[in-house]
T-cell receptor, first 111, second 110 residues
Framework: DAMVIQNPRYQVTQFGKPVTLSCSQTLNHNVMYWYQQKSSQAPKLLFHYYDKDFNNEADTPDNFQSRRPNTSFCFLDIRSPGLGDAAMYLCATSSGVDEQFFGPGTRLTVL | QKEVEQNSGPLSVPEGAIASLNCTYSDRGSQSFFWYRQYSGKSPELIMS????GDKEDGRFTAQLNKASQYVSLLIRDSQPSDSATYLC??????????FGKGTSLLVTP
């Protein structure tokens, strides 16, 4: 089945220790997104790629970076995680003109 | 600021009843509208999309769109306890990004 896969599903890191979250898709979609979702809040878009074109949301902290080495994979790097970065990180894909499909998410805990 | 507003709930309905979830949006230029279901601790799951005024039905779900009133709703017929979740309304303006509401928590009681 075509799908969006995120690894790991759960990530525990220490304050200030860099962490990388990964996302892969078999849908062959052009657009990949990274969202941050905290408890009882709406998903907040961090950035998205249309193919290799990177689009950063204006209020995304510099601490968050992303890479998309090819169509199938996208990575979220958090350079120095703070306690406030503990959240669910959601990867989504779309063909660009239609619905977005989400992966299962990565739950990040910062100690 | 482009807003998507939802009542946070919880909305409680008895099993077998119709659940009605509502969403308003501020950007008149919005073109595409989506409803996602999100169970606690899980990721959002797309359940309906709607692009033109009127009703769109899919099984027990009906999405309704009124662009003049900037209003989109989701009806769930014959509600089941398994429908208990948070329902997110999402609106696509220009570009590729979705603007999400905070969600309405639905509780279906047996």
């Amino acid at each position: 089945d075509a799908m969006v896969i995120q690894n790991p599903r759960y990530q525990v890191t220490q304050f200030g220790k860099p962490v990388t979250l990964s996302c892969s898709q078999t849908l062959n979609h052009n657009v990949m997104y990274w969202y941050q979702q905290k408890s009882s809040q709406a998903p907040k878009l961090l950035f998205h790629y249309y193919d290799k074109d990177f689009n950063n949301e204006a209020d995304t902290p510099d601490n968050f970076q992303s890479r998309r080495p090819n169509t199938s994979f996208c990575f979220l790097d958090i350079r120095s995680p703070g306690l406030g970065d503990a959240a669910m990180y959601l990867c989504a894909t779309s063909s660009g003109v239609d619905e977005q499909f989400f992966g299962p998410g990565t739950r990040l805990t910062v100690l | 600021q482009k807003e998507v507003e939802q009542n946070s709930g919880p909305l409680s309905v008895p099993e077998g009843a119709i659940a009605s979830l509502n969403c308003t949006y501020s950007d008149r230029g919005s073109q595409s509208f989506f409803w996602y279901r999100q169970y606690s601790g899980k990721s959002p799951e797309l359940i309906m999309s709607i692009y033109s005024n009127g009703d769109k039905e899919d099984g027990r779900f009906t999405a309704q769109l009124n662009k003049a009133s900037q209003y989109v709703s989701l009806l769930i017929r014959d509600s089941q306890p398994s429908d208990s979740a948070t329902y997110l309304c999402a609106v696509k303006n220009s570009g590729y990004a979705l603007n999400f509401g905070k969600g309405t928590s639905l509780l279906v009681t047996p």
